[in-house]
């Protein structure tokens, strides 16, 4: 239904439309039109899909990408490419129709008509890996423009690297009112003016129009002057003049901050009844209006049909990069750090690091310390981050607490990218997108910290990078009731079981030093998708004592056999694993003998054999012992194992006392294994 504001904002639209319509039909003006058509057509065919902001936003997306976006559309891989993210996602047929039209492979025509159906590279909404062009997976509001944050972070972090003659580039991103709506852009763009990330701007299709109707049923703040807040620079543009499209690009060319640029666009833009209205953001126009919109816009083709000569001056669109990019190939072949730059480009991992921590595994055998797994993070980290130079990290403001931070990592600022630690602030949101968007852009590996509980702030974004297979890692510490004192609010309960549930999450909760270098080590290989650290607050034990390989890469192993035939076998992970061990021996001087089996890696262990699996879970009666939920375990432990962890929220008190307070105890799990019978 219509909203009031709906309706008489489209009474001015209409008659602004009818103004802009009766300008003279520019090549620019054709070239847009060609968009407004495919977008259209594609909608109408799918019988689904969002024609209106495409429409309306086509005069902008021409003069970007026809005279600004620095690409070569024969090479979109190209590394020192501008990045272009349409963070409003919905918007697809937008990004498809320009791929198509500036001569990308794997864009045929034949792919716009199969738009949103299975298997097409034309998703519903853009999916990275779907096509080398589409930069990242939007969709869900705000996230593109919160990763092309971090895009825009990744070019200054290895500009400062590298040099200009290589790493000299732009990140554009359309974002709609919904995206400026979402809280990550808030983060986003405070983070982004802070650091003074001049080149990147954000085209603001402000047509003033979302789902519900007239964006005044629920905004009332000036986006501009929030962003002039930030410090960004700011215009605000007639978004279907192309003089001032190209003056405000200009002037975003030569920007010493940030820059967003309100494009006042009307949605639908050409469409005769609906231009103007919510009713044109998300359905096709239906025949008639179709019809009657090409008529409008003077558009006389068949549908899916461009003419030759709208096709060339697209297609030199679409060429207009390569000179650059033969020449940023002259530059590379002779740069001194060109075999580096390559290598970290690919996403290999440098020689040497392997070596390096081997060494610190040895070295932890012998000493066998009794360390916080966060602690143990640490100490990982100063052998990693001077073996390999990609790594960024930093924390969300809990620097102190994660441990993030080690020798060596200077703090970015806008006056120094010569560095490798981000103050992200408190920002979990806005860290998790920045960091997608690091990773995506190719050439750095990076890690963030907060608290386990606050990956819940992050969950979108991490999300997205579970489904784009993106290399981030995120250090969780303070990872259960073990973090004591302050509280159910800060006791991640859920946690482990949420992340477990989520596809092509690497979720490691290691039980000590050795395994955490272990885990370490795991989650920079794993190249394809984000891996999580789950570390605790409180020291535990050494309980490997011996580098003998790396046991966490099964996901589950036999920390220590039962003397014997099992009894039972207990299974824990991270700081519970000390807690099986000291309850095994307590067994043993009963003459009751179990095994305890360390699992840091749920997924890990689900890949492996059923053998394998069978023969490290034993037949024995199983017991599971970690301090959080319990959903999920049933998967080892089968019907008739007994779970010994976390019922409801925490509280808080001393880690030991609550330990004692929920039952997860050296006495409870001596209990559990009795009532199996022994
Ligand atoms: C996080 C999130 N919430 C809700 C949606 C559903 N949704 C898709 S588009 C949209 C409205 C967006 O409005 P705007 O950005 O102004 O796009 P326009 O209608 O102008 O194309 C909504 C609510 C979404 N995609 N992502
Ligand atoms: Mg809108």
Not at 24 to 48: G, Q
Not at 392 to 406: I, R
Not at 565 to 570: D, I, M, S
Request: with cysteine; charged share 20%.
């Amino acid at each position: 239904m219509a909203s009031l504001a709906d309706i008489s904002g489209n009474e001015a639209a209409l008659a602004r439309q009818a103004e802009i319509l009766a300008r003279p039909l520019t090549e620019d003006r054709i070239m847009a039109n060609a968009i407004r058509a495919l977008a259209i057509d594609a909608v109408e065919a799918a019988k689904s899909g969002h024609p209106g902001m495409p429409m309306g936003m086509a005069d902008a997306a021409t003069t970007l990408w026809r005279k600004y976006l620095k690409f070569d559309a024969a090479n979109p891989s190209w590394a020192d490419r501008d990045r272009f993210v349409l963070s409003a996602g919905h918007g697809s047929m937008l990004l498809y129709a320009l791929l198509h039209l500036t001569g990308h492979e794997r864009m045929a025509i034949d792919d716009l008509k199969s738009f949103r159906q299975l298997h097409a590279v034309t998703a519903g909404h853009p999916e990275y890996r779907e096509h080398p062009a589409i930069e990242m997976t939007t969709g869900p509001l705000g996230q593109g423009l919160a990763t092309a944050v971090g895009m825009a972070l990744a070019e200054r972090l290895l500009a400062a690297k590298f040099g200009k003659s290589l790493v000299d580039h732009r990140t554009w991103v359309i974002a709609g009112d919904g995206c400026l709506m979402e809280g990550v852009s808030h983060e986003a763009g405070a983070l982004a003016g802070h650091l003074k990330l001049n080149k990147l701007v954000v085209l603001f299709d402000d047509n003033s129009i979302s789902i519900d109707g007239g964006t005044d049923l629920s905004v009332s703040e000036d986006p501009l002057k929030r962003f002039a807040g930030y410090g960004w620079a700011t215009r605000r543009i007639d978004g279907h003049d192309f003089d001032q499209l190209q003056a405000a690009l200009n002037f975003a060319m030569k920007s010493s901050k940030p820059v967003i640029i309100a494009c006042k666009t009307i949605i639908g833009f050409g469409a005769p009844s609906k231009a103007g209205t919510a009713g044109v953001h998300g359905a096709a126009l239906g025949g008639a209006e179709a019809e009657a919109t090409k008529r409008a816009l003077g558009w006389d083709q068949l549908p899916f049909t461009v003419p030759d000569e709208v096709y060339a001056p697209w297609r030199a669109a679409g060429s207009r990069g390569a000179v650059s990019r033969r020449a940023w190939l002259k530059r590379l072949a002779k740069h001194p750090q060109r075999a580096e730059f390559e290598r970290v480009m690919e996403g290999q991992l440098p020689e040497g690091w392997v070596d390096a921590m081997a060494l610190y595994k040895a070295a932890l055998a012998e000493q066998k310390p009794k360390l916080a797994t966060r602690q143990a993070s640490q100490k990982a980290l100063e052998v990693l981050a001077p073996a390999i130079p990609e790594l960024v990290g930093g924390s969300a403001d809990l620097t102190g607490s994660n441990l993030t931070l080690v020798k060596g990592m200077a703090g970015a600022s806008a006056e120094n990218f010569a560095a490798r630690y981000i103050y992200y602030g408190v920002r979990e949101h806005g860290m998790a997108a920045a960091m997608n968007g690091i990773a995506l852009h190719g050439g750095l590996i990076p890690y963030g910290g907060t608290f386990f509980v606050f990956s819940d702030y992050m969950r979108p974004s991490l999300r997205l990078a579970a489904l784009m297979r993106v290399r981030v890692i995120h250090v969780l510490t303070h990872d259960s009731i073990g973090l004591g004192e302050d509280g159910p609010t800060h006791q991640p309960v859920e946690h482990l079981a949420s992340f477990r549930a989520m596809p092509n999450v690497l979720v490691l909760r290691p039980a000590d030093a050795m395994e955490t270098a272990e885990c370490w080590e795991l989650a920079l290989r794993n190249s394809s998708g984000p891996s999580l650290l789950v570390l605790s607050r409180q020291a535990v034990p050494a309980l490997r004592l011996q580098a003998n390989g790396c046991k966490s890469a099964r996901g589950a192993y036999v920390l220590a056999e039962a003397e014997g035939k099992r009894a039972a076998t207990l299974i824990a992970t991270g700081t519970e694993v000390a807690l099986a061990m000291a309850a095994r021996a307590k067994l043993a001087q009963e003459g009751i003998q179990v095994a305890v089996v360390s699992a840091p890696s749920f997924e890990l262990f689900q890949q492996q054999d059923e053998s394998y699996q069978n023969a490290v879970l034993g037949d024995a009666p199983r017991i599971g012992i970690e301090a959080a939920a319990g959903f999920g375990w049933e998967r080892w432990l089968g019907p008739n194992g007994i779970f010994i962890g976390m019922t409801g929220f925490g509280a808080s008190a001393p880690a030991d006392a609550l330990y004692e307070h929920f039952g997860i105890t050296e006495a409870a799990i001596m209990a559990a294994v009795k009532t199996k019978g022994i």
